[in-house]
T-cell receptor, first 111, second 113 residues
Framework: SAVISQKPSRDICQRGTSLTIQCQVD?????MFWYRQQPGQSLTLIATANQGSEATYESGFVIDKFPISRPNLTFSTLTVSNMSPEDSSIYLCSGREETQYFGPGTRLLVL | DAKTTQPPSMDCAEGRAANLPCNHSTISGNEYVYWYRQIHSQGPQYIIHGLKNNETNEMASLIITEDRKSSTLILPHATLRDTAVYYC??????????????FGQGTILTVHP
């Protein structure tokens, strides 16, 4: 099974600023994803991170707000831009080869 | 991907089997049934998946009905550490083919002493 780590594990940020979350997988995976989990809610897919091309965003999520990079088969970043308190959530990275695995999440609080 | 329906919550006594049902009546022939769980403050954990045959691993068993319209996840001897939200998800065939894992609300399983 793949082991996925995320940095930072948590952060408190001021509104209007941006935060970049890093995701590292211990093995090469074909597909990587980013999810958001708002307080008390289930997971919502933000986008699929594609290596060497632009990410594929789900309805309601846009590149200007959540730019994503994926420079290789083991690493991806998600930036939450121009944050507002509504962005306070857990952000989870996920990687899939045969089976899909998840990182521990990044807990973001925006004041 | 087909939608799933799960009870919002269930209780189970420690040491007993926990049987978690899932309905997926619109499942397509190339969709697998996946089960994940999320223990409080952690990322989702993969449990098991299957297409049409029953499956068993070290964590659980998955029973899929013959018509594939429903399934049951069985934790044979539940422990307090199995208290979590359990998600049943159907997704297009496994491997690297594109298919999103779409999470519903899941079932909150509480294992009590």
């Amino acid at each position: 099974s793949a082991v996925i780590s995320q940095k930072p594990s948590r952060d408190i940020c001021q509104r209007g600023t941006s935060l970049t979350i890093q995701c590292q997988v211990d093995s090469q995976v074909t597909m990587m994803f980013w999810y958001r989990q708002q307080p008390g809610q289930s997971l919502t897919l933000i986008a699929t991170a594609n290596q060497g091309s632009e990410a594929t965003y789900e309805s309601g999520f846009v590149i200007d707000k959540f730019p994503i990079s994926r420079p290789n088969l083991t690493f991806s970043t998600l930036t939450v831009s121009n944050m507002s308190p509504e962005d306070s959530s857990i952000y989870l990275c996920s990687g899939r080869e045969e089976t899909q695995y998840f990182g521990p999440g990044t807990r973001l609080l925006v004041l | 991907d087909a939608k799933t329906t799960q009870p919002p919550s269930m209780d189970c006594a420690e040491g007993r089997a926990a049987n978690l049902p899932c309905n997926h009546s619109t499942i397509s022939g190339n969709e697998y049934v996946y089960w994940y769980r999320q223990i409080h403050s952690q990322g989702p954990q993969y449990i098991i998946h299957g297409l049409k045959n029953n499956e068993t691993n070290e964590m659980a068993s998955l029973i899929i009905t013959e018509d594939r319209k429903s399934s049951t996840l069985i934790l044979p001897h539940a422990t307090l550490r199995d208290t979590a939200v359990y998600y049943c998800i159907v997704r297009v065939a496994g491997g690297t083919s594109y298919g999103k894992l779409t999470f519903g609300q899941g079932t909150i399983l509480t294992v009590h002493p």
